[in-house]
């Protein structure tokens, strides 16, 4: 029997001690909601999981870029819309021009509507959304995913011959009228492959969208089962480090009231 160096003491108190570090630990998780409250509690989780959340937000931004894309494609088809109607009316002036009731007089009026038809188409040409040109031509690389990685999505350009040529005609005369008609058939013709166009890309975009949107959910899944706390599970580690802590501070008391035995020798 010793009196200066008391060992069950030592153990209890170290056993002790380790029971208060994991319940500070689970205590940490619990209030947090996450399972790595240190790197060291899962130094390679902690690199996949900042891995992971990084691409997450990418593929968030690269979905917001798809969308807006989208919203460029929906707003040019507005505007092609329009512009179809108005050709349909040229075309019609242009019939209505050749009628052989009809004098100069009237071909003048009817050269009046057509003129400002066509001025409508040319105004529409320099729109903008949100300072990029919609009619211009550019082609535009849309980004597809978390990496970067872009499609060309080809410009409509409404200074093209094909529109040009319907918007520089006239039906002031019988012969204009004819080759108005013409070329108002040319643009219908253009106009309509490149409201084809704007869908196919769209419908690209919007399964593109989707999938994005797919991606990020399993991304942020596979981020969850590394960093997030499994409540249940945990609440029941809670638990047993919260006994331990209270049995080992009953037996540290124990530890230390063993070498009072010595008192009974020495009376």
């Known amino acids: 029997m010793v009196i200066n160096t008391n060992i069950q003491a030592l153990a209890a108190a170290s056993n002790l001690q380790s029971s208060q570090d994991m319940l500070a630990k689970s205590l940490s998780r619990l209030s947090s909601g996450s399972k790595i409250t240190n790197p060291s509690d899962d130094a390679a989780g902690v690199a996949v999981a900042a891995r992971l959340d990084s691409q997450i937000k990418r ?7 798809v969308v807006n894309a989208i919203s460029f494609t929906q707003t040019q088809d507005g505007y092609l819309k329009k512009i179809a109607n108005a050709l349909d009316r040229m075309s019609e002036l242009s019939i209505l021009a050749q009628d052989v009731t009809k004098g ?20 529409s040409a320099t729109k903008d959304f949100n300072s990029v040109s919609l009619f211009s031509g550019p082609t535009l690389n849309v980004t597809l995913d978390s990496e970067g990685n872009t499609f060309a999505m080809a410009g409509v350009n409404l200074g093209a011959a094909g529109y040009a040529a319907a918007m520089s005609s006239g039906v002031a005369t019988t012969t204009a009228a004819m080759t108005a008609l013409a070329n108002v058939k040319a643009a219908i013709s253009q106009l309509a492959s490149d409201r084809a166009t704007i869908g196919a890309f769209q419908s690209r975009l919007n399964f593109t969208s989707e999938q994005l949107v797919v991606s990020k959910e399993n991304l942020t899944a596979a981020s969850s089962r590394i960093q997030d706390t499994d409540v249940a599970e945990e609440a ?32």
């Open 59 to 65: 593929t968030t931004a690269a979905n917001t870029n």
């Open 104 to 123: 100069d007089p009237d071909r003048a009026l009817y050269n009046t509507e057509f003129s400002q038809l066509s001025a409508y188409i040319a105004n």
């Open 236 to 267: 029941t580690q809670f638990a047993r480090y919260n006994i331990l802590v209270q049995s080992g501070t009953a037996m540290l008391a124990q530890a230390n009231a063993l070498p009072q035995s010595v008192l009974k020798l020495l009376q």
